[in-house]
């Protein structure tokens, strides 16, 4: 952070939900702008407040929070954008990534998690929370072959590198959560995008997401 706190706009359609998350995020180095409890005010609100964050329900009166997301992101590619909802199914979390969102929580995150994911987005991360997870072998079977060909290719160890990378983690907490150092994961990292032929962040995660490796 670069000493001045992160402007959010928060757009849910209930007044508790903005409490809630206006509560939370009620401390130093964050600074809530404004609300909106639709998608047309969310989209006059981001134009009017300019905010760094805008932290995004899915189910909105007016216009669906992932199409908010896609228009929000159209007009101004530098915003980032947390999708907050009570839905993690893997279908909700794909449309967020294909919508442009940074990262995507449930509303029963606790605060200190929120605060994080904020951060994290606001830094150039993406953030999925415990929405990533690796997939049961039943739903492995149920994915199109060349998405299930190319998962097949990974290790164990590695498919815990993609999550780690698709939450938003830096290759020195990756580490810590695996038990192995900085340059194993640094390693991990080069193999996956060999691997997968996918030579960004936000593609790995992209590719996480459709890989459904997603809380169902």
Same mark, same amino acid.
């Given at each position: 952070?670069?000493?001045?706190? &992160? ?7 209930? +007044? ?11 401390? +130093? ?5 404004? =609300?909106?409890?639709?998608?047309? @005010? ?12 805008? &932290?995004? @329900? ?13 228009? $929000? !992101?159209?007009?101004?590619?530098? !915003? ?10 893997? =279908? ?15 509303? @029963?995150?606790? +605060?200190?998690?929120?605060?994080? /994911? ?32 190319? !998962? ?10 993609? &999550? ?31 691997? !997968?032929?996918? +030579?960004?962040? /936000? ?5 996480? &997401?459709?890989?459904? $490796?997603?809380?169902?």
């Amino acid at each position: 952070m670069n000493g001045q706190p &992160i402007r959010v706009l928060i757009v849910d359609d209930h +007044p508790l939900v903005r409490e809630g998350v206006r509560q939370a995020l009620g401390v +130093p180095g964050f600074a809530v702008v404004g =609300e909106a409890g639709t998608g047309p @005010d969310a989209m006059s609100r981001a134009r009017e407040l300019a905010p760094d964050v805008v &932290i995004l @329900d899915i189910s909105l009166p007016g216009e669906n929070g992932l199409a908010v997301a896609a228009h $929000l !992101l159209g007009e101004r590619p530098g !915003l980032r954008v947390l999708m907050l909802s009570v839905h993690d199914h893997p =279908e909700y979390v794909l449309g967020a990534v294909q919508a442009g969102a940074h990262g995507y929580l449930r509303k @029963d995150t606790l +605060p200190a998690e929120l605060r994080r /994911a904020v951060e994290t987005v606001q830094a150039g991360g993406t953030c999925f929370g415990e929405v990533l997870r690796k997939p049961s072998a039943a739903e492995e079977a149920q994915l199109p072959a060349t998405t299930a060909q190319r !998962l097949g290719r990974l290790t164990v160890r590695e498919r815990e590198v993609l &999550i780690g990378i698709a939450n938003g983690l830096s290759n020195k907490q990756i580490g810590a959560k695996l038990g192995v150092g900085v340059r194993t994961v640094e390693s991990y990292r080069e193999s996956l995008m060999r691997k !997968l032929g996918i +030579p960004s962040v /936000a593609g790995l995660t992209r590719f996480a &997401i459709e890989a459904r $490796l997603t809380a169902g």
